[in-house]
């Protein structure tokens, strides 16, 4: 059974444009618990520009809600993770400068690091993924480095099949990164411009767990409720 994973950083999002309370992540990650997520995912960024220390501190100390916090590799953040203890960790690139993760993490160019990140988070039995694209060389790197998980960045095939165009070279990339994955151990999760259509078509791959949304769940519930939309996705990936 593939799980749902609930990014809902963009609640933190609306709430800030108010500078108020309202509406509430913390509510927002119960209530997508009861109506099906089977874990929820925030990203503590750099500028918290949307979560910040406060939400991630509450919303970790809900009790039986699995929650999955994605963090760069900035020390400071690193800090924080490994005191706020979340169930998963997905270390990410970040850039001051992008409206959203742009691409996976250059794991060549910060080996060293990443390996000294992971180990950390291990000793603290937290389950540790990387974000990372659909490339057979990243996926190796990843089994060097000790990750438990890589998350497949599927923003470029989403985008292909948003605009329409040819997805058959960038399927067989998800697909044959996942495989490698999978014969090595390591679990496959995938993520980032998912909508309906995109992750129907990745459900198909048998080797990917877990699916991580946010922008689109978000979005869509404005006309449908996180209620429906959730249970669509659910339907999806069954
Ligand atoms: N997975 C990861 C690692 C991400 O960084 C993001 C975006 O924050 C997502 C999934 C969700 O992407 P989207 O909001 O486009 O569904």
Redesign the pocket.
Known sequence: MKRLGV?I??VATLRNARGESHPDPFNAAKFVKINGADSI?I?LREDRRHINDFDAKKICSIKNLLVNL?VSINKDIIKKALRIKPNYI?I?PENRNEI??EGGLNLKQNKNKLKYIISLFKKKKIRTSL?INPSLKDVLLAKELGSDCI?L?T?RFANLIKSKKDIKKELIRIKKSSKLANDNGIKVHA????DYRSTKILSKIKEIEEF??????IGESIFYGIKTVIRNFKKIIR
């Open positions: 990014n950083d963009h995912t990203h994605e997905c990410v959203t993760t974000f998350e960045h923003g993520g980032h411009g998912l991580n949304i946010g922008h689109f769940i």
